[in-house]
């Protein structure tokens, strides 16, 4: 399974891969398993979890979510980075935390992703964000 979808990955046709089944049958170790295998690869720009039981690490939350794959895509391309830093620069965004969760994540993603899509599509392999546990948020 894990082979399949690396393979799916790499075809620049396919943009998504969504894991779905009942509950137990193995698709967070799938997803584990797969970003770890693009980690060491160096194409997996950000990964999230949710976990509804691991409430004190805030995984059973999306009031994080924005922030925290903002903050790995940062820390994985300087391209990011920057483009992220030019938006929050804007004097409009100086409290963005406190911004609903759907503004957040264009301010601190899409915004700045946009910018990156013809630097980002010229790279010789693709930039993965792996997230499990959607059901759950």
Not at 38 to 63: H, P, R, V
Not at 107 to 130: A, F, Q, T, Y
Request: net charge neutral; proline share 4%.
């Amino acid at each position: 399974m894990r082979k399949s979808l690396l393979r799916h990955l790499k075809n620049p046709e396919n943009r998504f891969v969504w894991l779905r089944g009942s509950p137990g049958t193995g698709k967070t170790a799938i997803s584990l398993s797969v970003a770890s295998t693009l980690e060491k690869c160096g194409t997996l720009a950000a990964s999230y979890f949710w976990d509804k039981n691991q409430g004190e690490m805030g995984l059973d939350s999306i009031e994080q979510f924005p922030s925290t794959l903002a903050h790995q895509l940062a820390s994985f391309s300087e391209d990011f980075k920057l483009s992220l830093v030019r938006h929050l620069q804007k004097p409009t965004l100086a409290s963005v935390q406190n911004f609903p969760l759907e503004k957040q994540m264009k301010m601190l993603m899409i915004e700045p992703m946009h910018e990156l899509k013809d630097i980002w599509s010229l790279g010789k392999d693709r930039v993965v964000i792996v997230l499990d546990g959607l059901d759950e948020c």
